[in-house]
């Protein structure tokens, strides 16, 4: 039975008119990679590795980072394994890094501006990056892009530190969370391997509302169509180069968004690991062709309460 039970979980997420979506994890510690799998996850979209750097006074060494990036790339077993560079400054301080007062943290040096910062941590995690990426099928992602011109020069150093670690060659993406790197999505996607859309940054910088505000929770909302038109906008470039666009913030776990976000050509979702058999089980019963055009009516909405009240009325 069990057995019956972890098959199903398995199949692929195909719509009732033949379209595919992957359904992926987002995973922030070494147990949750196998559980992924259990769950039914055909890849993990998201590691964020701010795990393995906070609570604790001293930075994690680069053997610590390596033994952790392989045996989750074990777990999963020649699944996909995105692991994205230390996305910490922000809301996410770390204890042995002196950081000067900012202002405005989510504004301040956070990700990878924080990572070129720092270029021996950052050196340390690549180096076992790379050397996890010969026991299994790993990518790397760089979080906070906001042009062209960073993404090179993160591309550099791994292509740097590969040679180093004489590591296989591997893909290398963005997360897709500003709106600069969303409106030169065309660009970017000449040069990247992959997007992964993190709507809970890019709702947050493109409406200008602090992601954790309590009072703003309501109207922070990732369908507000100028987010909508900025995931349509990065799907069409990253497809217009033969690139593929996952969703790996909380609206892809969202059974409201995810049609939107399927009509809108997304090719995978990443949502956390409990999440996993319902999403599965939505796109099994949904038709792509509805999708499609409820996406194109969401964006047109002139909000998101709008676009929400359209979900509704489809179901
Ligand atoms: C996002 O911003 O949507 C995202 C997935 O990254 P995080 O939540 O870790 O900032
Ligand atoms: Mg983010």
């Known amino acids: 039975r069990r057995a019956e039970v972890l098959q199903a979980a398995y199949r692929p997420a195909i719509t009732i008119d033949g379209h595919r979506v992957e359904v992926a994890a987002n995973i ?52 996909p394994l995105i692991v994205r560079t230390l996305d910490a400054g922000g809301d996410k301080p770390l204890p042995y890094i002196a950081m000067a007062h900012e202002d405005n943290p989510f504004l301040g040096q956070r990700g990878i501006r924080l990572s070129f910062t720092m ?28 042009s062209v011109a960073e993404f090179r020069r993160g591309r550099a150093l791994v292509e740097e530190i ?63 169509p100028a987010v909508l038109r900025m995931v349509d906008q990065t799907v069409r470039a990253a497809h217009g180069e033969g690139k593929w666009v996952g969703v790996c913030g909380n609206l892809a776990a969202d059974p409201v968004a995810a049609p939107i976000l399927i009509g809108l050509d997304v090719d995978e979702l990443s949502v956390g690991v409990p999440n996993i058999p319902a999403l599965k089980a939505q796109i099994r019963s949904m038709a792509y ?24 009325e489809a179901a």
Do not use: W
Request: with cysteine.
């Open 119 to 146: 270029p021996d941590l950052f050196r340390s995690q690549l180096r076992a990056i790379l050397r996890a990426a010969s026991h299994g099928e790993i990518k790397i992602m760089f979080p906070m892009i906001t």
């Open 28 to 79: 922030g510690a070494v147990p949750e990679a196998g559980r992924a799998v259990q769950a039914g996850g055909e890849a993990v979209g998201l590691l964020r590795t701010e795990f393995l750097f906070q609570d604790r006074t001293d930075p994690p060494s680069e053997e610590e980072q390596y033994e952790a990036y392989r045996a989750m790339a074990e777990a999963l077993g020649g699944l």
């Open 289 to 312: 062709e509805d999708a499609k055009d409820l996406a194109r009516r969401a964006l047109a909405c002139d909000g998101a309460a709008e676009v929400r009240a359209l979900t509704s």
């Open 162 to 224: 590969r040679r180093e670690v004489d590591g296989p060659e591997i893909d290398v993406g963005i997360m897709v969370e500003v709106p600069s790197s969303a409106v030169m999505a065309d660009l970017l996607a000449r040069e990247v391997d992959f997007f992964s859309i993190g709507t809970n940054d890019l709702t947050q910088y493109t409406l200008a509302m602090d992601r954790g505000h309590p009072a703003l929770a309501r109207e922070a909302d990732g369908l507000h």
